[in-house]
């Protein structure tokens, strides 16, 4: 009997210990409750001030209406979503292929070989595109943006900045030339769009900064171009040629490579400049090739020049007969001793032939320019009136 009181006292003390312990539980959690309320409260009371905040960090007027954080963000949308629509219709898709013939039957088949982008040029036609983009593809055709195709003809290369001019008999209407901008002002972080075909999808675009300025890229000539655009808007294949645009859609580079170990993106796209742009191609569609100014004169090579003991400047092997450098008095190598070594172009030092090649970039065909010449150990300067490469 003693043992079954006992067991009931237990059961009511259990009871009674519960029930303190829930109604504690549910005190603590409506105080838990009123805190989070004056929270909220105290939020929502900062709320205007915080807009506030936002609109003086962002130079808005506390009177501009509707003017929210999320407003903010549409409105930024809606000027890249317009610089896309504006500028794509200018943008062209670019497929190539070659002529291979079958060894057994002799017939000749047209092999697709790649695909690539460009944009138009002028209402003359022109299409610009990278020289690796249509590298010996035998046909190419360009797509513009309202899907219609057209056969392209070569008018000329320059590979040495991977610059191709392509041209098209599509109706001037058709023809919306991109807008032109400079590149002798850009800022590392300034906004950039990357516009495209990567992997022959339809106009892609790609939005980013400007990562470096001043990089330097080996062209298809095995020559470097130099003051390459860095850029971190993602670049895929198909991508190059394609346009490289600021923010008021005016075209600042063309997207030429990419820096991956696996092919794709990798947050690093090269662009070259629009600048030197510009020469290349106003020069291949006026010649049907770049015309730059010469020395007249046979370089020795790097390589050959360390064996003799030269390492700086460019020795001359051979100098051309009737040309600028022969009528400056320059000596070219013989059997008996080196050729004159020429050290610097105006105030250009120059230590390579790559150095040699890009200083003269800067002079036209008729310039007069300052050689400093090493020889028999004695330096001396020589004034050069610079020829052209036709």
Not at 61 to 84: A, C, D, H, R
Not at 217 to 222: D, L, P, R, V
Not at 232 to 248: F, K, R
Not at 327 to 334: C, M, W
Request: proline share 4%.
């Amino acid at each position: 009997m003693k043992k079954v009181i006992l067991s009931i006292l237990l059961i009511i003390t259990g009871a009674i210990i519960g029930i303190s312990w829930r109604a504690n539980e549910n005190a603590k959690k409506r105080c838990e409750n009123r805190v989070e309320n004056q929270k909220l409260l105290a939020n929502s009371n900062m709320g205007t001030q915080s807009e506030s905040n936002i609109k003086d960090s962002l130079n808005i007027s506390s009177s501009t209406p509707n003017m929210s954080p999320v407003n903010i963000i549409q409105q930024y949308e809606k000027g890249v979503i317009g610089l896309f629509k504006k500028s794509s219709s200018s943008v062209v898709y670019i497929t190539t292929s070659a002529y291979k013939q079958d060894y057994w039957s002799r017939n000749v088949y047209e092999i697709p070989v790649g695909s690539g982008s460009g944009f138009i040029w002028d209402d003359k036609g022109h299409i610009i595109t990278n020289y690796h983009v249509i590298k010996g593809v035998d046909k190419a055709e360009v797509t513009l943006s309202d899907h219609t195709s057209w056969q392209a003809t070569l008018v000329g290369v320059a590979k040495e900045k991977d610059i191709a001019v392509l041209k098209i008999e599509a109706p001037k209407e058709k023809l919306i030339a991109i807008k032109k901008g400079s590149s002798d002002n850009l800022i590392v972080g300034q906004f950039v769009m990357a516009i495209g075909n990567p992997f022959g999808l339809d106009h892609t675009l790609t939005t980013g900064v400007i990562s470096a300025l001043g990089r330097e890229i080996q062209s298809q000539a095995q020559i470097p171009i130099r003051d390459i655009i860095q850029i971190d808007a993602a670049i895929n294949p198909g991508n190059s040629g394609g346009p490289l645009l600021n923010s008021s859609g005016k075209l600042i580079g063309v997207n030429a490579a990419i820096y991956s170990p696996s092919g794709a993106s990798a947050g690093i796209g090269f662009a070259i400049p629009v600048d030197v742009v510009k020469w290349v191609v106003s020069d291949i569609i006026k010649y049907g090739e770049v015309r730059r100014p010469v020395l007249g004169v046979g370089m020795m090579p790097d390589y050959r020049a360390k064996a003799y003991g030269i390492n700086d400047g460019v020795v001359i092997s051979y100098v051309f007969p009737d040309s600028p450098s022969e009528k400056s008095g320059l000596h070219g190598t013989t059997k008996n001793e080196l050729g004159d070594i020429i050290l610097k172009i105006n105030d250009d030092k120059i230590n390579d032939s790559n150095d040699l090649v890009l200083s003269l970039e800067k002079y036209k065909p008729g310039e007069t320019i300052k050689l400093t010449i090493r020889r028999d150990n004695k330096q001396f300067d020589v004034d050069l009136i610079l020829g052209a490469s036709n």
